[in-house]
């Protein structure tokens, strides 16, 4: 079975820095999706960023970049120039390619923003 | 694009009652609605996968006499809590699956106290 690794439970970053939250996944599947969620204090999960396995470009959104080793099965989201809207719990997600649906989730990562 | 609703954000019963929790995609047909619980601080836990027109799929654990899913179009699917206990209150998040983008986009998500 598929499993998702969020090892930092909690990060800080300042104002306007930069900070990345890890994910590491596991699967045997060769076709699959990753994607990024932000969870604010709202309780509304919100889609960061989605990147497809076959794609060996890292996707980006605005000041939302991800690292994707897939080799190393590992798909880090870096937030540049942090705002005090980032301060949310992020959540890692896998997705199996064409035929499967299920999303699996890390723990999260709860990211706190220093002004 | 990609708008999922979910009615009521918020309610309270008492215990032995129903109650029922509405999730719409309202730009996007979904063939594919999920069903989610949510304790505080920690990740979300797949209830079922809904598919339109047809019984829903329960994880492993979960009561499907207690926790009632019907998928009756392509846009809407409901979570009836049959004879509510204190034991289910919680946060229920549901989420429709945009094939589109291969994406699960989800709602705000419903709190329930049942008292």
């Known amino acids: 079975a598929q499993t998702v690794t969020q090892s930092q439970p909690e990060m800080s970053v300042q104002e306007a820095e930069t900070v990345t939250l890890s994910c590491t996944y596991d699967?045997?599947?060769?076709?699959?999706?990753l994607f990024w969620y932000k969870q604010p204090p709202s309780r509304q999960m919100i889609l960061v960023i989605r990147?497809?396995?076959?794609?060996?470009q890292n996707a980006t959104e605005n000041r939302f970049s991800v690292n994707f080793q897939k080799a190393a099965k590992s798909f880090s989201l870096k937030i540049s120039d942090s705002q005090l809207g980032d301060a949310a719990m992020y959540f890692c997600?896998?997705?199996?390619?064409?035929?499967?649906?299920?999303?699996?989730f890390g723990a999260g990562t709860i990211l706190r923003v220093k002004s | 694009g990609a708008v999922v609703s979910q009615h009521p954000s918020w309610v309270i019963c008492k215990s032995g009652t129903s109650v029922k929790i509405e999730c719409r995609s309202l730009?996007?047909?979904?063939?594919?609605m999920f069903w989610y619980r949510q304790f505080p601080k920690q990740s979300l836990m797949l209830m079922a996968t809904?598919?339109?027109?047809?019984?829903?799929?329960?994880e492993q654990g979960v009561e499907k006499d207690k926790f009632l899913i019907n998928h009756a179009s392509l846009t809407l699917s409901t979570l009836t809590v049959t004879s509510a206990h204190p034991e289910d209150s919680s946060f229920y998040i549901c989420?429709?699956?945009?094939?589109?983008?291969?994406?699960?986009?989800f709602g705000p998500g419903t709190r329930l106290l049942v008292l």
């Open positions: 989420s429709a699956f945009g094939t589109f983008q291969e994406t699960q986009y």
């Open positions: 699967t045997s599947e060769s076709d699959y999706y």
């Open positions: 990147q497809e396995a076959y794609k060996q």
């Open positions: 997600a896998y997705k199996q390619g064409e035929y499967g649906n299920k999303l699996v």
């Open positions: 730009d996007f047909q979904a063939t594919t």
């Open positions: 809904s598919n339109e027109g047809s019984k829903a799929t329960y």
